[in-house]
Each structure stands twice: as C-alpha cells, then as structure tokens.
C-alpha cells in the first residue's frame, strides 16, 4: 500500500506538489475548503475541511494515520503552515514546531523575534483599530499590512496622518484576528529566497529579484531568476535570511520543512520584510526555480515532509527563467485576445489565465488580483525576460461597454489606479487644444486627429506596450484601421466621416487600448 501525503490547498500554487508526490510513490490526499478547486482532479484523494480548521484536519489525519498510515503533511504558497506544524506535531510526523510557524505566520510575533535577536527589520507596532494616535508611530513614510494575511492583501504605504484610516480599514479587514502592524518603509529592491530546513540545515534554493510597482500598493507584477546582483550582496541577503530562520525557531535540531524569505536590500543593508514557514507561491518553487537551475525545491520538500533526506536542490543547468503578470482597468471582461499568439513566443513555457468572458476586473491592489501570468525560461536572462514581457503584452482584454466603474476609472485621472501613460503639462496643454470628437453613427472607419505631442512622445503604458502597440491592439480588437487625419484638415463640422478627438485621446491616455476601445465600443 502507498504511504500518504496530506498536501494542503488544491489551486494552482499546489499543483506541482500533487503531481511531484504522485511521481514519487505517494498516496496523494489534498485538503480545501473549495472542492471546486482547480486541481482537485488529479488528487488521489480530496477531503472538503477548510484549511483554518486545523483540529478539524488533525481528526481527519488522525484517521488516515490508523486507517492505512500516514507519512506526512505538507503545504506550499497557502496562509496555512500553522496548521501544517499543528497537525505534524500532535501526530508525530516531520515537521517544524507549531509555536515557530506562529512566528513565521503572525507579522507581529515575526517582528518582535527579529527584533529579540537584533536581526535588521523595521521599527512596528500592532493596532486593532483604525484610530490614529499622534506619536504613536515611527515617522513617515510608513507601511500597513494585516498581522495574518499573505499575497499582499491590505498592504501599502501610507505618506501622512489623512491617509491612515482609510489603509488601517483595509489591513484590518483583511486580518483573520482583526490585527494589523504599522512599521517603518524599508527602501530598496526587494528578493525573494526559498530555503529547506532538515534537522536543522537550512539548504537555500536560490534568490530571485522581485519587480514590484504601482505605489501606494506593493504589485508584484513578475521575478526573474537568478537574481543579477553582486555577489558579496547575495552572501549578505543570505546571511540575513538564515538569520531570521533561526530566530523564528524555524531551525531546530529535530525541524523539518522550508522557509520562504521577502529581503529587502536598504542603503544600509538587507533588511528582513517576511518569513514564512513554507515555499514560495507566485509560480516561483514550482516553476522558475526548475526551469531556471532544474533543481526542485517542491520534490525536496514533499520528501522532507515524508521523513525522507530531501533531494533534488542541487542545481543541474544555469538558465534563466521569468514571470511576468498582465492586468486590467476597472470593468467586465467581455473578450479574450492573443492567448495563443502569447504562448507561441519562443522561451513561453506556462500562461496561466486567472479571468475568464464575464469576469469582474479591477486595476490589482494586491498580488491575488491580477489577470494572468506568463513563465518563460531561456539560456540568456535578457531572452527570458523579453520573451515574457512579450508575451504579457500580447494579451488583450476587451471590457464590456456601459460599466460604471470603468465609465469612473476614465472620467478621472488620480494618483491610484494609476493612468496607462503620463498626462505630463505639455501633453495636457496640447490636449486641452484638440477639437471635440465627431461622432456619425454607423461610421466604418473613424479617423485619428494628430495628436504628436503624446503619440511621439515615446511613452509605454504600465504594461510596457508602446503606444503604437496600444494602436496595433485598438485596431484588432475594434476592426477599425484609424487612419490619421491630415494635420491640414480641421473644418471638422463638414467632414462625413467620424473624428476621435480630444476625448478619445484622454480615454487613450487614461486606460490605454482598453480605455480606447471602450470610447468607441460605447459609441458604435
């Protein structure tokens, strides 16, 4: 009989687990709350146990384990390490201690150990209201996030008093124990770390730089791997991660399991931003790791998990692999272009499509919010990132028309949701001067009038595109050709034929292609 493997959570995050520990002999169980999950399929076996109740899943273990036995309890990219320990050490299985994945899971408990064993992390405090009290916080700029959440959710920086509230609502909505931790900004680059921890050991998988955007939030629309940075800069990132592993109690001689870091690189060093008691979500352990070095972090783990010597970390290649998210404005998704053209890109390995027709989109503040992901691998790190980037850029997302939150995204222009392109004063001095559009219904093809000082302006949108790409994409999904009017020609009231002007042009530099098509899509 197939000695069994509790793997925690059926999303996407966990499908390489299920399908690694098949692969080994395992008896694969899979627990969530959604039995809907994405891949609940290929599960030997799915229990329904929401993934919060950890006595709830110790019973059920409790039974595999007399019923046939049960070798061991594993989870990657979930908020539910805690319960992995709780499970593993109440049954006796490998594992890490409950009372260090509370460190790794509780922002709170996490910083107050940094800060026990003078570890490099920012000055915090807890609030479990959103009340603001003067001098109660380090100066600004500061950073809010809920004390036990991951993916980003509730998280961003706050510049001033006026904005406190309003961010304290979000962190704390988002926190399962209606707490959230306000804590000094930590400037610099950020990296991600992955790390296996055998009876003590710590094994590091590797570093990859993180590409994080769209202030006040923290979207991190891709990594790359392997980071590019100096040497002696990743043996002090290093260094300061295992720190923080062992100061979380993590380490232990009798502990088992992995640890995933988010380090900052500061003007005065690397600074500790997370731990956590498990490996890395956002395609990373499951994905770029393997196609950037071939080791597998997520076999090492499943082995470890299972009382075994963790294998698979030793790197057989140097390649280079990146991930690149694509997002939307505010709206409905009414189309879906360029799927198959994306994953046709030379070095394109993985598209994941997170929205389907009919899906609600918003601008991402958080990093579970996005549209979709693209992974590319490649010998060369400049190939690997193109390609990806590429890719992204090649999906098109159509909205459906008469939608009022996107009818609001393009009527104001604001700090967040940021625009697609910059509305600098030249740019509006020139806008304010073009001509109104004029609309003919039934038109067939609706001309452009010039407008050279932002079409020349070499300006890309947030996802990189050029504003030719954003024309090229208008064009396709529309069928208009959009022809450019001579700059000559302004007697617009007798011309019969459709001009986009001013307002066109501001939906343009608003929401980009998507902006644009959904003026016309309102007006056809």
């Not at 925690?8 to 690694?20: V, Y």
């Not at 919060?52 to 036995?69: S, V």
């Not at 009022?404 to 509305?423: D, H, I, V, Y």
């Amino acid at each position: 009989m197939k000695e069994k493997i509790i793997i925690l959570g059926a999303g996407i995050m966990q499908g390489p687990a299920i399908e690694i520990a098949k692969e080994l002999g395992f008896f694969t169980v899979v627990i969530d709350a959604d039995s809907s999950a994405v891949n609940v399929g290929i599960a030997d076996q799915f229990e329904q146990i929401d993934l919060k109740d950890k006595e709830g899943i110790e019973t059920y273990a409790r039974l595999l384990q007399k019923n046939g036995g049960l070798g061991g309890i594993m989870t990657l990219g979930t908020d539910f390490s805690a319960t992995v320990a709780w499970v593993a050490e109440r049954l006796g299985l490998p594992g890490l201690p409950y009372e260090a994945a509370l460190n790794a899971s509780d922002k709170a408990r996490m910083r107050a150990c940094f800060k026990k064993a003078g570890l490099p992390s920012p000055d915090f405090t807890v609030i479990q209201e959103p009340a603001w009290t003067k001098g109660l916080f380090p100066p600004f700029p500061l950073v809010i996030k809920p004390a036990d959440s991951m993916g980003s959710r509730g998280c961003r920086r706050i510049d001033s008093p006026q904005e406190f509230r309003e961010a304290a609502e979000d962190a704390l909505h988002f926190s399962r124990s209606g707490r959230a931790i306000v804590e000094a900004f930590m400037p610099g680059p950020e990296f991600s770390i992955d790390a296996i921890v055998h009876h003590g050991e710590i094994t590091v998988c590797g570093i990859a730089d993180r590409h994080i955007f769209f202030p006040p939030y923290f979207i991190e629309m891709g990594h790359t791997m392997p980071t590019n940075i100096a040497a002696e800069q990743q043996t002090a990132l290093l260094d300061t991660f295992c720190a923080g592993i062992r100061a979380l109690g993590l380490a232990g001689r009798e502990s088992t399991g992995a640890a995933k870091g988010d380090i900052k690189l500061s003007p005065q060093g690397p600074m500790i931003g997370e731990i956590a008691a498990r490996l890395s979500g956002g395609y990373m352990s499951g994905w770029t790791y393997p196609y950037s070095s071939g080791a597998s972090p997520v076999r090492a783990a499943i082995l470890a998990a299972m009382g075994r010597e963790p294998q698979g970390l030793v790197p057989r290649k140097t390649w280079n692999s990146a991930e690149r998210a694509f997002i939307s404005i505010p709206g409905k998704v009414k189309e879906i272009r360029g799927i198959e053209e994306a994953r046709s890109e030379p070095h394109v390995r993985d598209l994941f499509l997170r929205i389907t027709t009919g899906s609600a989109v918003n601008f991402p503040q958080n990093n579970v919010s996005k549209c979709g992901n693209v992974i590319s691998a490649a010998p060369c790190r400049a190939e690997a990132a193109e390609a990806a980037e590429k890719a992204a850029r090649s999906i098109r997302i159509r909205l459906e028309p008469a939608n009022s939150e996107t009818t609001a995204f393009l009527a104001e222009f604001s700090s967040f949701p940021p625009s697609a392109f910059q509305l600098s004063p030249e740019i509006q001095s020139a806008l304010d001067l073009l001509p109104e559009t004029v609309w003919h219904k039934n038109c067939s093809s609706p001309a452009l009038l010039p407008f050279p000082e932002f079409t020349e302006s070499g300006q890309k949108d947030f996802a990189g595109r050029s504003i030719e790409e954003n024309l090229h994409a208008i064009r396709d999904l529309t069928g208009f050709l959009l022809p450019e009017l001579s700059i000559n020609t302004h007697n617009l009231a007798d011309n019969k034929n459709s001009i986009l002007g001013k307002s066109f042009w501001a939906a343009f530099i608003r929401g980009g292609y998507q902006g644009a098509v959904y003026y016309l899509d309102m007006r056809i």
